[in-house]
């Protein structure tokens, strides 16, 4: 019998449960905590600089907001289709965004996190890195890049073409070497392809909605644009194959199913994904009550930790090829204990 295929534990814009997000502290301590990989949100600044934020509008990250000097730069954008109020990356040079302290995006939720406040600058890609190769080359340990590149029609509509300006950043970084290490990952598939046209030798895969269209398509062929949907069809996901390695949705999506009989746990989504071959992932783990299945809610309100490794268990028991966790200690305990298991049934990766 071969070995239970482990999916990949990524570290969900590092270790967000205990860190604010994208800062040094939260992808060092996701490295720590055995994440395989982390994941960036790259968007840029004004002067085409690639920074790690979940948006670029920064207000709910950072203390951009409390900086009487960049009062004057609070704004209304229109990005995706849906009104932002706030202040934007490309608003700014990296020199004024380096000045600003990150902040956690869920504080009356993630309390520990946010006695970390105001403690860390936010960081560049380059930065990012760099902390990787320095991993690697002290301690031997590959960990693994997943780049999810955000809101490229919207930066190329506004001359940022983030596509040159990641294909520059990784090239010059040394990270298109095709070792394995990097995947890159967008709502939008016309990014992916235009990276891979630029030589960018990358995993890559499309992160897809349960509803809605993406955004690129919109821009280009407005209410006639095809939705998510359409490509999670069996043609739409062999379409997909051709161009990509993966696809990437909401664990929502994901929707596993346990036969009586076997115990078997299954997902007709993942099967799907797997008999066009690709590979697919899913977001977010995270094991606060807010945000677990409701059967696998406890005490402590929205804010206390339910049965996440039952909640975890299930998605990781379909088969799935990865994880996006906000707790990746947690995450790898689970799937831990998912292969555990697997091996006592004689299955492999959630499968007969």
Request: contains cysteine; negative net charge.
């Amino acid at each position: 019998m071969t070995a239970p295929r482990l999916a990949l534990v990524i570290g969900h814009r590092g270790a967000p449960g205990y860190r604010p997000e994208h800062t040094r502290s939260s992808y060092e301590l996701a490295i720590a905590l055995g994440a395989d990989a982390v994941e960036p949100d790259i968007v840029a600044s004004r002067d085409g600089v690639l920074v790690l934020r979940h948006e670029n509008e920064i207000s709910g990250t950072t203390d951009v907001g409390s900086r009487a000097e960049f009062a004057s730069r609070r704004t209304t954008k229109t990005i995706d289709g849906i009104r932002h109020t706030g202040w934007f990356t490309e608003d700014f040079t990296w020199a004024e965004l380096s000045t600003l302290r990150a902040r956690e995006r869920l504080p009356t939720i993630r309390h520990s996190s946010a006695s970390f406040d105001l403690q860390s600058p936010i960081m560049r890609l380059s930065e990012l890195l760099d902390l990787l190769d320095d991993t690697r080359d002290e301690s031997g340990r590959s960990i693994g890049l997943v780049a999810e590149i955000k809101h490229a029609a919207y930066f190329e509509s506004i001359g940022l073409a983030l596509d040159e300006l990641v294909a520059e950043e990784l090239t010059n970084a040394g990270w298109n070497s095709g070792d394995g290490r990097l995947t890159v990952e967008s709502f939008e598939k016309t990014v992916l392809d235009q990276l891979r046209s630029r030589g960018i030798r990358s995993k890559n895969v499309f992160l897809l909605e349960a509803a809605g269209s993406p955004p690129d398509l919109i821009a280009r062929f407005g209410t006639m644009a095809d939705s998510y949907a359409s490509f999670l069809t069996g043609d739409g996901l062999r379409m997909l194959r051709r161009d990509l390695e993966g696809i990437s949705v909401d664990r929502q999506m994901i929707l596993p199913r346990t036969d009586p009989d076997s115990g078997r746990v299954s997902s007709a989504l993942v099967e799907a994904a797997h008999d066009a071959g690709l590979e697919i992932y899913c977001w977010t783990l995270r094991p606060e009550n807010r945000f677990l299945d409701r059967a696998f809610r406890g005490a402590g309100g929205s804010s206390g930790f339910g049965d996440w490794q039952s909640d975890f268990g299930l998605i990781l028991a379909t088969g799935v090829d990865g994880v996006f966790a906000d707790h990746a200690d947690l995450a790898v305990a689970a799937r831990d204990a998912v292969a555990a298991s697997s091996r006592a049934r004689g299955t492999v990766g959630g499968s007969a």
